[in-house]
């Protein structure tokens, strides 16, 4: 046995793997941009940059590191036109100085660098996001407050509740922990939109009963159609919702803001929709659950 062979892999030596995630090709498929996560041992602390690569190896410098002020950047997603890379961080600065993003915001930057710029103040902070085809808007999740109307009341309530005192809650929810998340409190998971130029932030589902499923993770349950009029989504359609309910379609139309079921079949459980190119179809990945 050779002496590299001997050596053992140790749980250090797998916290200092650099871990790659949330690839995002270009349009024009010339370069993809991804997120390196690196973990410091001596203080417990994981550093996520973004960098650019080529996709022909032979092309340009090769990869290089497109962010540096953040260390907690990740989620990057190429504009329609390519012209602009969002991606969610929480950043120093924006607030004023030495002030740090408490909660993940939506962040743009030119794809040959320079200063990111951020577009929301998104109190409970981004889950995930998709552009819209028009790149001047993008739709996003966030969990919200149901019974409040408006992203000032929900800053508010926001505010309350991190400044509470105590540190236990109780709830009659059934659904109330993900892995090490306690959810809901109160919450629920909402789609929003984000006008990029203005700032303005829209609530798509208030004053509705749907909520995207709350262990949700990334962009996967929703999908914005080809013309960026229709969002088609899926949800929990159970009067109290559960981790392993099955999920219904739904779509809603962005001018009217109504909500549309597609199906929403008992025997069936709907996942990841995704529009064809053309937007005249659904494609969704679908389990029998019927028993």
């Known amino acids: 046995m050779s002496p590299a062979l001997k050596s053992l892999l140790t749980v250090d030596d797998l916290w200092r793997l650099v871990r790659v995630g949330g690839l995002s090709l270009a349009p024009d498929g010339r370069h993809a941009v991804c997120s390196v996560t690196r973990h410091r ?3 417990d602390q994981a550093m996520s940059t973004l ?3 080529p996709t022909d190896p032979g092309e340009g410098p090769g990869a290089r590191q497109l962010t540096r002020c953040g260390d907690k950047d990740g989620q990057p997603a190429w504009s329609p036109r390519g012209d602009r890379i969002a ?20 962040y743009c930057i030119a794809p ?20 819209l085809p028009d790149g001047r808007r993008i739709v996003f999740s966030a969990w919200v407050w149901p019974h409040l109307k408006g992203s000032a009341a929900q800053a508010r309530q926001h505010k309350a ?9 109780v709830t009659s929810e059934a659904f109330y922990r993900h892995w090490d998340h306690h959810i809901p409190q109160g919450r629920v998971l909402h789609l929003l939109l984000l006008d990029l130029a203005s700032g303005r932030v829209t609530d798509l589902f208030e004053g509705t009963a749907c909520e995207l499923p709350r262990d949700a993770v990334g962009n996967e349950v929703y999908d914005v159609s080809p013309d960026g009029r229709r969002i088609a989504f899926v949800h929990d359609p159970a009067p109290v919702p559960l981790s392993g309910n099955r999920l219904a379609l739904a779509e809603i139309d962005l001018r009217s803001r109504k909500i549309k079921p597609r199906v929403d079949d008992r025997a069936w459980d709907f996942g990841a929709p995704r529009f064809s190119p053309d937007g005249r179809r659904l494609a969704v990945l679908a389990a029998h659950v019927a028993r």
Not at 87 to 106: E, N, S, W, Y
Not at 123 to 128: C, H, K, N, V
Not at 161 to 169: D, G, H, I, M, T
Request: proline residues 2%.
């Open 87 to 106: 991606f969610l961080g929480r950043r120093r600065g924006h607030d004023g100085p030495g002030q740090v993003d408490k909660t993940a915001q939506l």
């Open 112 to 131: 040959d660098g320079g200063e990111a710029r951020r577009h929301s103040r998104v109190a409970a902070g981004i889950e995930s996001f998709k552009w």
């Open 161 to 169: 509740f991190e400044e509470r005192k105590e540190s236990a809650y």
């Open 51 to 53: 960098w650019l690569l």
């Open 41 to 43: 041992l001596d203080d």
